[in-house]
């Protein structure tokens, strides 16, 4: 059977300048160089937290299968996709690329979020900077990391790893010894160090559910993208759902609907056995992901079961994207351990993501690095079936059930990242 497995890795590397130059660590050559997250670099206010006010929406309380570590070297991949700048991002409209939860939604491009960076991030300042962490510029991604969307309060423990500090003081070790530890599992990045006073800050996010029993496949179903064709595109999901059908019965049990309407619809699928829900919401697309998360969680007021001949087809998803955040590249301005201020430059800041739903699950495996240089009851009337074909642009998320915002977002505007898309 397979599983929903959910991966998170965050590293921050870091050498003196005041030392001799240490040379950048290199980017990862599996994934073939296209384009980040665009973030100007100039100075402008900070934002504040996209969902600040969201509230969690009760479940039923459930509990986490974590017993298999995942299989990292035989991963599916679909995309692999680096970006490097601003401007290719632009012209690269079809590609996913990973950023903060206010990305704008252009109606272009798929657009994901992961937690691992930010915890990545407020655990450099938590063990090693002690304060927000200002860059030369004050770019705008600096700004949105340091406001923070979410926290470690949203996650479980047994769920992440995180920790940082000095190469003297062994952090590359007790990374690794802290992941052989708590998930059987070795970085996906490397993660060696080269001066003394090298720098690591590390986060790694773990989740690992399954869908019990298997979801019924859908082979021709047809998603239209934002100003595109029609594609034919793999979908999973419950056609028709019968009731007395005893497979399609317990499928049904992991369903509920939060939000109908002939035109948006809100439906979470809590997996057996397992803590998260991952929410689907086709609605109007938002001006940014933060606002489409928080649009798509004030809508989850119902909590109604599948009733009959109701159809629910959701496509499957598969990419694999890089990401650098070379708009982090910046001079430290803060005091770090008794060191002279600007002693500490980022020299390296990226994030990976490797997603794959289908009608058994998910696996999502997130990495980043950061471097661092100096729905009626009997006898009543029988309601119209609804319709819940996910066949436009929609967002998906995944959160802890007493979580208050999503470890993870995806807004999906286009067949790119859809299993076996065809034009029709």
């Not at 384009?35 to 969690?56: I, K, Q």
Request: hydrophobic share 40%; glycine share 4%; net charge neutral.
């Amino acid at each position: 059977m397979k599983k929903i497995t959910f991966i998170a890795i965050c590293l921050f590397m870091a050498v003196a300048c005041n030392n001799e130059p240490q040379k950048p660590a290199e980017v990862s050559q599996s994934a073939t160089p296209v384009s980040p997250a665009g973030f100007s670099s100039s100075e402008v206010e900070p934002y504040p937290s996209p969902v600040e006010d969201l509230v969690p929406i009760p479940a039923a309380p459930v509990a986490a299968d974590q017993s298999q570590s995942p299989d990292l070297t035989a991963y599916p991949s679909r995309t692999q996709v680096m970006y490097t700048s601003e401007d290719d991002v632009k012209k690269r409209g079809e590609s996913v690329f990973l950023t903060a939860a206010n990305a704008e939604l252009t109606g272009e491009k798929n657009i994901a979020y992961a937690a691992a960076f930010q915890i990545a991030w407020d655990t450099l300042i938590e063990k090693i900077v002690k304060e927000k962490i200002q860059l030369e510029g004050n770019p705008r991604l600096a700004q949105i990391l340091n406001a923070g969307t979410i926290s470690k309060k949203d996650l479980s423990e047994k769920d992440y790893f995180t920790d940082a500090g000095f190469k003297k003081d062994g952090i590359e070790q007790r990374v690794r010894d802290g992941l052989k530890k708590k998930f059987n599992t070795e970085p996906i990045n490397d993660i060696r160090l080269g001066h003394p006073e090298d720098i690591l800050a590390y986060a790694y996010l773990y989740k690992n559910i399954r869908f019990e029993p298997k979801f019924e496949r859908e082979h021709n179903f047809s998603f239209f993208p934002a100003g595109g064709r029609p594609q034919r595109v793999e979908a999973f999901g419950l056609k028709s759902y019968k009731p007395h059908d005893k497979i399609q019965a317990e499928t049904a049990k992991n369903i509920k609907i939060n939000y109908y309407t002939a035109a948006s619809f809100v439906v979470t699928i809590r997996a057996k056995d397992s803590e998260d829900e991952i929410i689907f919401a086709l609605i109007p697309r938002e001006e940014t992901l933060g606002a489409a998360i928080k649009k798509a969680l004030s809508l989850r007021k119902e909590n109604t079961d599948m009733a009959e001949d109701d159809s629910l087809l959701i496509p499957e998803i598969r990419f694999d994207v890089t990401e650098e955040y070379k708009e982090l590249y910046k001079v430290v301005l803060n005091s770090i351990s008794g060191l002279p201020p600007r002693s500490y430059k980022i020299t390296k800041a990226l994030q990976t993501v490797k997603f794959d739903m289908d009608y058994e699950g998910v696996k999502l495996i997130a990495e980043a690095v950061i471097g661092m240089s100096g729905a009626a009851g009997p006898g009543a009337p029988r309601p119209q079936p609804k319709f819940m074909h996910f066949n436009r642009p929609f967002l998906l998320m995944m959160k802890e059930k007493d979580g208050q915002n999503p470890y993870f977002a995806l807004w999906v505007e286009n067949e790119k990242i859809l299993t076996n898309y065809k034009r029709i």
